[in-house]
C-alpha cells in the first residue's frame, strides 16, 4: 500500500542546487502579492465546454451560490485520486478535464484543470496558477525558487481572487480537510510560491481593462464573451446582454451597435464627432444621446461608425449602463 503523504511528490521537487535563488517565508509572501496584482484574462481562450463535466458543475452549483467553492474542493478531494503511476511514468497522459473526471484520476495540472472546469461552467471565473510547491514543514531556504513543479487553481469570488489547491487536500484523506480551500495568503505562502498565474496574453487593451473588471464584478457579461476581447459581437450577443431576445448571428458596426443601445432613451443633439456628418439625422441624434449619457464614445473625434463593435467595448458599455 503505498504510504499517504503530502503532495509534494505530484512533481518533481529538486533540492536547491548551486547558485540558484532561495527566497525567506516573508520574500515568498511579498512575491505572491506582487503576481495577485497583476492582470489574468478571466476566461482561457482556448476553454471548450463538456457535457459530463457540465452536468456535475451543475449539481455542485445548485441551491446556495455561496457553498460552491466548498463543494468543488470537497467534491474532487473525495472523488479524484492523485495518479502516482501516471507521475512515476513521466506520462502524464490523464489532463483534460472530461479524461479526468472519467478515469477519477489525474497529476496536479489535470486536477486544476478539472477544478477550473467546473467553475468556468457554473458560471465563476477560474485561472490556473503554476509555481513551487513545499509541504509544511519545510522551509524556502532550501529549494530551488525558479522552477515550476505544481500547479493549482485561483477563482474570482466576491471581487477578488481566492486561491484552491485540491491536490495538496485531496492526498490527506480521508477523513476530508481543506487547509487549501481558501488559504489565508500568509498561511499559503508557507507552501507555495506563484510564478506564473493564468492567460496574460489575452487581455483588453489598457482603456477597457478597469471597466471589463467592473462588468465581471456586476455579473453583467458571460464567460462566453470574457475572452478574444477584439472579437466583433453579433447582434443576438448584444441583444442577449441587454435582456432582448432575436437578432442575427451577424457582427455589428459601431454604429449599428449604437443604434440597438439608443433605443428607449431621448435622443437629440448633434453628433461630436468629425466623421458622422454624412449620417442621418436620427443616427446623429442617437450616437448625441450615448455621447451625453457616457455610454458611447469615440476617440480623438472620430466614431469610426462602420468599424465592427467588439466584446470589450460592449463590456465597458454594460458597466457604464449600470452605474
Not at 519545510?138 to 485540491?166: F, K, L, V
Request: with cysteine.
Amino acid at each position: 500500500m503505498r504510504k499517504k503523504c503530502l503532495p509534494v511528490f505530484f512533481c518533481l521537487l529538486l533540492l536547491l542546487p548551486p547558485g540558484a535563488r532561495a527566497m525567506s517565508q516573508e520574500e515568498v509572501l511579498a512575491h505572491d502579492r506582487e503576481i495577485a496584482d497583476r492582470w489574468v484574462n478571466w476566461v482561457p481562450a482556448d476553454w471548450e465546454r463538456d457535457g459530463d463535466v457540465a452536468a456535475l458543475a451543475a449539481q455542485l452549483a445548485a441551491g446556495d451560490p455561496a457553498a460552491l467553492p466548498e463543494r468543488v474542493h470537497r467534491w474532487i478531494c473525495e472523488n479524484i485520486r492523485y495518479d502516482w503511476d501516471a507521475f512515476e511514468a513521466g506520462t502524464y497522459s490523464t489532463l483534460s478535464p472530461a479524461s479526468v473526471l472519467a478515469e477519477g484520476r489525474g497529476v496536479c495540472e489535470g486536477i486544476a484543470n478539472l477544478v477550473q472546469a467546473l467553475f468556468l461552467e457554473a458560471g465563476v471565473p477560474c485561472i490556473k496558477v503554476w509555481g513551487v510547491a513545499i509541504t509544511e514543514d519545510q522551509s524556502w531556504e532550501a529549494w530551488d525558487t525558479s522552477r515550476i513543479n505544481h500547479t493549482w487553481n485561483e477563482y474570482y469570488w466576491a471581487g477578488t481572487w481566492t486561491s484552491m489547491d485540491c491536490t495538496m487536500d485531496l492526498q490527506n484523506g480521508p477523513p476530508y480537510r481543506a487547509a487549501y480551500l481558501a488559504p489565508e495568503p500568509a498561511f499559503f505562502a508557507r507552501t507555495h510560491l506563484v510564478l506564473r498565474r493564468g492567460e496574460g496574453g489575452d487581455a483588453p487593451d489598457p482603456w477597457a481593462l478597469a471597466e471589463v473588471t467592473e462588468a465581471v464584478d456586476r455579473g453583467l457579461v458571460p464567460l462566453d464573451l470574457l475572452r478574444r476581447y477584439r472579437a466583433p459581437v453579433t447582434e443576438r450577443e448584444l441583444l442577449a446582454l441587454l435582456g432582448r431576445s432575436g437578432g442575427e448571428e451577424r457582427p455589428l458596426t459601431r454604429l449599428e451597435a449604437a443604434l440597438l443601445l439608443a433605443e428607449g432613451l431621448e435622443t437629440g443633439g448633434t453628433a461630436p464627432y468629425i466623421d458622422t456628418g454624412h449620417l442621418p439625422a436620427d443616427a446623429q441624434a442617437a450616437l448625441a444621446a450615448l455621447y451625453r449619457l457616457d455610454i458611447l464614445h469615440g476617440s480623438g473625434g472620430r466614431f469610426c461608425p462602420n468599424d465592427l463593435f467588439t466584446r470589450q467595448e460592449a463590456a465597458a458599455v454594460l458597466a457604464r449602463c449600470a452605474r
